[in-house]
């Protein structure tokens, strides 16, 4: 007797709703400047991991140590992403099954502190992080931090601050990066202060890891003993986090993320961070990486000639951050006039902003997405003479319409991988 063959229903049978979300969305990634700096077009080879059947797998614990039975085939593919994500940071070890940044860090902070502990980290409104120790979350709750911000005059770090404020608090871990910093961010220098006060120094390198990999930002190994990511920013991989630390960290760092904060890892996007990693490791990606900040600083000098404030001055990574009051706007009016010209990205609060976060005084920008589209210095200069006219144009919905339409034909010129043809 032969099986009858049986022919499974596609998305689009089964839930057309569904089908058509992905659909919408599809056509709105293809058809927008894609200009949140923490967003990305990841490859279709990642995607196909992503939707594979490793989705399936409970593989709780780590390779050869697992809590189930049936993991010879998906500890392949986590051996091969903790492989490569030591080789191309060069760290001793890898973990990575966090589902995102933050739960990278939470991770860390479980793994080497306890609760009510003191931690040093970049204040939010300074371009740091929730998970650097926000009162609203989780990590500003267990932990005792305390924060440093930027120079008022540069808007650039103040290391001489952070260390009179390390003298003073001696945490237990200082944590450096940033979600809206344009500039790159002293490794080095950290650790002095971090070696000053006995702190363990742990880098949240998520924005930079991309430009990190390629070469267009300084490292931090070497510096940081224990360095966190996203994995979906610059390095456009799937969603999802990472950590790489010094061997003397890898058993705490690994009891941080399972069993301390997360069960079963998902073994789908681990072997699509696999493939991600295996492609930041290419001379393409190096290439994509130095357009990257190329491409950030054209537009940021673009924006600066139309009469925009860039904050610290300009940039020297893949993102800008703008001050948009110059031209009679605040950020949330910027940022939707922006969509609504087809430019998508977000309102962001500047240091010593007077707005409060649910307006801000600033519109946060990046490169990534576009430059993984393929353009560059004379569509910088385009797109940024674009969201200059959409700015001054905010309340004038017929010239916004105008602009999308010339946003429309960019994106035509320069399809996104990724999505459907
Ligand atoms: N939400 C991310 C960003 O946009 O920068 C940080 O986690």
Redesign the pocket.
């Known amino acids: 007797m032969t099986a009858t063959a049986h022919v499974e229903p596609s998305l689009v049978e089964t839930d057309s709703e569904v089908a058509d979300i992905i659909r919408r969305e599809e056509d709105r990634q293809g058809t927008v400047l894609e200009m949140?700096?923490?967003?990305n077009y990841a490859s279709r080879a990642v995607i196909e991991a992503v939707g594979s059947v490793l989705t399936n797998k409970y593989a709780e614990g780590y390779p050869g140590a697992r809590y189930y039975q049936g993991n010879d085939v998906v500890d392949e593919a986590e051996n091969l992403a903790r492989d490569r994500a030591t080789a191309l940071f060069g760290f001793d070890h890898a973990n990575v099954q966090p589902h995102?940044?933050?739960q990278a860090n939470m991770a860390v902070y479980l793994g080497l502190m306890k609760p009510g502990d003191t931690v040093m980290g970049m204040q939010l409104d300074a371009g740091g992080?929730?998970?650097h120790g926000h009162k609203v979350n989780a990590s500003g709750k267990l932990y005792n931090f305390v924060s440093y911000g930027v120079d008022r005059e540069t808007e650039t770090i103040d290391y001489d601050g952070m260390l009179a404020l390390a003298k003073e608090h001696r945490p237990k871990v200082i944590v450096v990066g940033a979600?809206?910093y344009p500039r790159q961010i002293d490794f080095a220098r950290a650790r002095e202060i971090a070696d000053e006060v006995e702190a363990v120094l742990m880098a949240d390198m998520?924005?930079i890891s991309g430009l990190i990999a390629g070469g267009s930002h300084p490292s931090p190994a070497g510096h940081a003993q224990i360095v966190t990511s996203?994995t979906h920013?610059t390095l456009r991989g799937p969603r999802g986090g990472l950590v790489i630390c010094d061997s003397k960290y890898a058993r705490r760092v690994d009891r941080g993320v399972f069993p301390g904060s997360q069960g079963g890892p998902m073994m789908n996007v681990i072997a699509a961070k696999a493939v991600m990693l295996k492609e930041a490791a290419t001379p393409e990606f190096q290439q994509y990486a130095r357009q990257t900040v190329e491409n950030a600083q054209t537009l940021a000098q673009t924006l600066e000639d139309a009469g925009l404030r860039l904050v610290s001055g300009g940039t020297e990574t893949h993102l800008v951050l703008v001050d948009v009051t110059p031209l009679d706007v605040v950020g949330n009016v910027a940022a939707t006039a922006l969509e609504h010209a087809g430019i998508v990205t977000?309102y962001n609060t500047i240091p010593f902003d007077p707005q409060p976060p649910t307006v801000g005084s600033g519109v946060?920008m990046g490169t990534p997405a576009l430059t993984t589209r393929g353009m560059g210095a004379d569509e910088m200069r385009q797109v940024g003479q674009l969201i200059a006219r959409a700015l001054e144009a905010h309340a004038d919905e017929a010239e916004l319409s105008k602009i999308r339409a010339e946003v429309n034909a960019l994106c035509e010129a320069f399809p996104a991988p990724g999505l459907p043809r």
């Open positions: 949140i700096p923490s967003e995102s940044g933050t992080h929730l998970t979600t809206a998520a924005h996203s920013k977000n946060r």
